[in-house]
């Protein structure tokens, strides 16, 4: 399968702990990727490979994988974590990338 | 520094071809592990993949809209094109350029990859 599902919304409290799921068959081979989208902005690269961060991306984001299943954790949200996150990964079959469908958090 | 920004046309009309160009600067597609890739997101909607290519000028498509892109590059300019046909107004979107890269372990062998910069993007709108 070339697809990512993600949760459409998830919503965390101020200060507390949230993590968002990303899920394909890809993903038993590949890492994921995970970008942060704000309001009118472009994505922005939040975690890649193993759980590496770009310079200048806050340690209270983390990523995770098991099976089909990667995760970008957020220890900790901001109010401005408030965001879209995205997922994305190399299909299996093919030299193809692929993006899940994105999960809008709200942070409370 | 490393900046990438698209340009086109804001305007398109029904079957035309879109002509998007992404130039860039702070690299060199020639280097080892650097590809450029166009993504694209329509209004409130998700971001969807579309095509790359690399310093080999292998170039990789979206299934869904192969037949109907392709992407190029000017080394000597650091530009990378983006052309897509008979377009329909389900193709307005704003359309990204990003750098990605992609990272090997010690012998060689493909780990994983990210979009590490992006464009600002540029906004098309498909409409007669």
């Known amino acids: 399968s070339s697809e990512l599902t993600q949760d459409p919304a998830v919503s965390v409290a101020l200060g507390q702990t949230v993590r968002i799921t990303c899920q394909g068959d890809?993903?038993?081979?590949?890492?994921a990727s995970w970008y942060q989208q704000k309001p009118g902005q472009a994505p922005v690269l939040v975690i890649y490979?193993?759980?590496s961060r770009p310079l200048g991306i806050p340690d209270r984001f983390s990523g995770s994988s098991s099976g089909n299943t990667a995760s970008l954790i957020i220890t900790g949200a901001q109010a401005e974590d408030e965001a879209d996150y995205y997922c994305?990964?190399?299909?299996?079959?093919?030299?193809?990338?692929?993006f899940g469908g994105g999960t809008k958090l709200t942070v409370l | 520094q490393v900046t990438l920004r698209e340009s086109g046309p804001a305007l398109v009309k029904p079957t035309q071809t879109l002509t998007l160009t992404c130039a860039f600067s702070g690299f060199s597609l020639t280097s080892s592990g650097v590809c450029v890739t166009w993504i694209r997101q329509p209004p409130g909607k998700a971001l969807e993949w579309l095509a790359l290519i690399d310093r080999d000028d292998d170039k990789y498509y979206s299934t869904s809209l192969k037949t109907r892109l392709t992407i190029s590059k000017d080394t000597s300019k650091n530009q990378v094109v983006l052309t897509m046909t008979n377009m329909d107004p389900v193709d307005t979107a704003t359309y990204y350029c990003a750098r990605m890269l992609l990272y090997y372990d010690r012998n060689g062998y493909y780990i994983y990859d990210a979009f590490d910069i992006w464009g600002q993007g540029t906004m098309v709108t498909v409409s007669s």
């Open positions: 490979g193993k759980n």
């Open positions: 890809s993903l038993r081979s590949y890492y």
């Open positions: 994305n990964s190399r299909e299996s079959s093919a030299n193809h990338r692929v």
